[in-house]
């Protein structure tokens, strides 16, 4: 527990030195842009954490969590403002409130979704796995001579790494078709405040 919430601190710092940033770019920028680039910067880091391995250093796991951390600032503010856009200000409290609850609502769609599809692909390439190393192969002789309690814990992580891997090339992938859909969303008048 201490080392993941280690590696998950710079993300969070990362994340805090930029909202400053995106609150100064959302007040002069349209927030499809940063939306896009939110999205395509997210993506980006998905694929480039998609191919870490099991034997990355504690450096390589806090650096690809700052390379996702690093422009949610800007695609979350920028959502909310365009969230906002022709809202009239006494009906503020209810479009929070339906806002809140479609990113609520949408985070544990995306959770559900991860969990089976992990569920899934730790089960595939358990398989997958378990056929290189059957004892009727040279490689599976060699490997059951360290016993099979320790091939079994050896195929068990090597599964679930390239389970983590397949989750985030498939959200890196997502995050990228979605980005055109940022295009649609509206501007601020001018002389409207970015976000209430």
């Not at 479009?95 to 949408?106: C, D, T, W, Y």
């Not at 378990?130 to 099979?148: A, D, Y």
């Amino acid at each position: 527990a201490l080392k993941a919430g280690q590696s998950l601190a710079l993300g969070g710092i990362a994340a805090a030195v930029m909202m400053p940033f995106a609150g100064i770019a959302a007040t002069r920028l349209p927030p499809w842009l940063l939306v896009g680039l939110g999205l395509v910067c997210t993506g980006l880091a998905l694929l480039h954490t998609s191919h870490l391995n099991g034997a990355i250093s504690f450096y390589d796991l806090s650096m690809s969590r700052v390379y996702q951390s690093v422009c949610l600032p800007f695609l979350f503010v920028s959502l909310t403002t365009a969230g906002y856009v022709g809202i009239p200000p006494d009906r503020n409290n209810e479009a929070s409130a339906i806002i809140n609850l479609s990113r609520n609502l949408g985070g544990s769609i995306g959770v559900a979704a991860a969990t089976t599809e992990l569920a899934w692909r730790i089960q595939f390439h358990h398989e997958r796995l378990g056929e290189q190393v059957s004892t009727l192969g040279e490689r599976g002789r060699q490997l059951m001579q360290h016993g099979q309690a320790a091939v079994e814990q050896l195929v068990n992580v090597q599964a679930q790494v390239l389970s983590y891997l397949d989750i985030f090339y498939v959200f890196g992938v997502m995050a990228l078709v979605v980005t055109p859909i940022a295009f649609f969303l509206k501007t601020p008048a001018p002389g409207q405040a970015h976000g209430h």
